[in-house]
């Protein structure tokens, strides 16, 4: 243990929904006695649920981004730094220059966009899962004026899963604001089947709100490739869908650093406790995207789990309240 003077080292890893949840409540309750570090290589916060938002022209990039070094006045220590390596066993996060000791780790990395695994994506298709990406699809749909615009999802997790089904509808507003709608032919795929059940089920309810606003929808499509030239995705089996203009979530993996490192054994991410949010590392743990857990990729559970992972430090670390277990609130 990193004892200076009986002040423990808390490091959070990522400026994300998560990372600033579990820093700002750490550095309340403990920033005082304790040392609480934020790391992330960006100098801002960047809210990633308006990206939506920014393609139809409702926000603008300033509207969604906070400084990170906002937190240092809840008693934490931002670094802006890149992150190149995890070290549980000497209990160290390596950066370019020197190496951050830590007594309690959280790792909020998220999941990065991997537009390279999908062969044509980079020149085929529009997304809004990152800020730049998003303001290039806003110039994009601003100048698109008739023809078939289809909406569709990768293999693998990706951030926020409802969010194709905002996109759509947004979309279908955005058209009919611009009194083009009936010009527009809207069409979604999915590598889901489609769903059945009760009316109130989350996936019922979607697909009812696509056909809704006459989005033409494609269950069971596996994407393989995107060529360019035709503006054809090509799925499984030989099926394929033409377009006019793509906008397809990217696929996303977690971060490389990860890996690396051996924290994440897979595509879904670290593995983790379900109750606590702890990885098979002592005093490691992994909340966010970043956690391979039986929930959504989305900010609203990376909030939770914060919160859960800081109360959980907060009484080890100072013996006093109780130690609690997740309960997700989530679709």
Not at 82 to 102: F, K, M, N, W
Not at 292 to 319: C, F, R, Y
Request: hydrophobic share 40%; glycine share 8%; net charge negative.
């Amino acid at each position: 243990m990193h004892y200076h003077n009986g002040r423990k080292q808390i490091v959070v890893l990522g400026g994300g929904s998560g990372g600033v949840v579990a820093a700002t409540k750490l550095g309340r309750a403990l920033g005082a006695d304790h040392d609480v570090t934020l790391i992330d290589r960006r100098a801002d916060h960047v809210f990633m649920p308006a990206f939506l938002f920014l393609m139809v022209g409702q926000r603008r990039p300033e509207d969604i981004t906070r400084k990170l070094k906002r937190l240092e006045k809840r008693n934490i220590r931002v670094l802006q730094a890149e992150i190149l390596g995890i070290d549980p066993g000497r209990q160290q996060v390596i950066l370019e220059s020197t190496a951050i000791p830590y007594d309690y780790l959280i790792v909020s990395l998220g999941l990065e966009i991997r537009p390279d695994l999908l062969p044509g994506f980079a020149e085929g298709a529009n997304h809004p899962w990152e800020m730049d990406a998003a303001l290039r699809l806003k110039s994009t749909l601003d100048s698109f004026r008739e023809g078939r615009v289809l909406v569709g999802i990768p293999l693998g997790p990706y951030r926020c899963p409802p969010a194709p089904y905002e996109a759509q509808w947004m979309l279908d507003s955005y058209f009919k604001e611009r009194n083009i709608r009936d010009l527009v032919d809207l069409q979604y795929f999915t590598r889901e089947p489609e769903p059945a059940g009760e009316e109130h089920m989350p996936s019922v309810w979607m697909d009812a709100q696509s056909k809704k606003r006459d989005v033409t929808i494609h269950y069971d499509f596996t994407v393989q490739s995107i060529d360019a030239e035709k503006k054809r995705v090509k799925g499984l089996y030989g099926y394929e869908l033409s377009y006019d203009l793509l906008f397809m979530v990217p696929p996303h993996r977690p971060a490389g650093v990860l890996y690396d490192c051996d924290l994440a054994e897979r595509e879904t991410g670290i593995q983790v406790d379900y109750d606590t949010l702890e990885t098979k590392w002592e005093n490691v743990y992994a909340i966010g995207d970043n956690a391979d857990m039986p929930a959504s990729k989305a900010g609203g559970v990376a909030h939770q789990e914060a919160d859960v992972v800081a109360d959980n430090l907060v009484a080890e670390i100072t013996g006093e309240g109780e130690l609690s277990t997740l309960h997700l609130h989530t679709i």
